[in-house]
């Protein structure tokens, strides 16, 4: 079992739907948890970072965090176009540690 | 948040030849984290590299293939040594963003292509 799961899509939605990413873990130590937004031929851009468990809202995007369940997920609301890419859910378990990745999720939003 | 510069961008390289990539981030950090991005694939860490000591690697990559230095706060290189095919990868480097924000800061990345 991998340390981190994500399913790897595609996933395709039009223009103003609400898109939900998931990732799985298996590390319970894992307390840092982390969405990058990658667009093609970029490096990996921070979108939302949380610690433990909770909910966190920036704009059209808000993160979860169930440790109890060791899932995250990142949803994205009134989905534009311009949010076509790839999204990877990242997590470590202490500050100054690596991060460990999931395989990304690619979103398509069509206009 | 701290912002790094890495180049090159892109190359493309003849199979047993040596390519070095540059990490230059506008703040001191102790850490710097080196990953490969293999075509379609997610980012898998090579190494961690501290200032003033040996860089850690994880498993599956070594030294001698994958050098390290890390001069100072500020700067690190990562080597690709006698490249092969497979080496074609996607190769970035990451630190910690500095601000409140919290999370890693990521380099554009370095596309590399052995032929």
């Known amino acids: 079992q991998k340390e981190v799961e994500q399913d790897p899509g595609p996933l395709s939605v039009p223009e103003g739907a609400i898109v939900s990413l998931n990732c799985t873990y298996s590390?319970?130590?894992?307390?840092?948890f982390m969405w990058y937004r990658q667009y093609s031929r970029k490096g990996p851009e921070l979108l939302m970072y949380?610690?433990?468990?909770g909910n966190k809202e920036d704009g059209r995007f808000t993160a979860q965090v169930d440790k109890s369940s060791k899932y995250i997920s990142l949803f994205i609301r009134d989905s534009q176009p311009s949010d076509s890419a790839t999204y990877l859910c990242a997590m470590s378990g202490s500050v100054g540690t690596a991060l460990i990745f999931g395989k990304g999720t690619t979103l398509s939003v069509s206009s | 948040s701290a912002v790094i510069s890495q180049k090159p961008s892109r190359d493309i390289c003849q199979r047993g030849t040596s390519l070095t990539i540059q990490c230059q981030v506008d703040?001191?950090?102790?850490?710097m984290f080196w990953y490969r991005q293999q075509p379609g694939q997610s980012l898998t860490l090579i190494a961690t590299a501290n200032q003033g000591s040996e860089a850690t690697y994880e498993s599956g990559f070594v030294i001698d293939k994958f050098p390290i230095s890390r001069p100072n706060l500020t700067f690190s290189t990562l080597t690709v040594s006698n490249m092969s095919p497979e080496d074609s990868s996607i190769y970035l480097c990451s630190v910690e963003a500095s601000n409140l924000k919290g999370g890693y800061t990521f380099g554009s990345g370095t596309r590399l292509t052995v032929v």
């Open positions: 949380t610690y433990s468990s």
């Open positions: 590390n319970s130590a894992f307390q840092y």
């Open positions: 703040s001191q950090v102790t850490m």
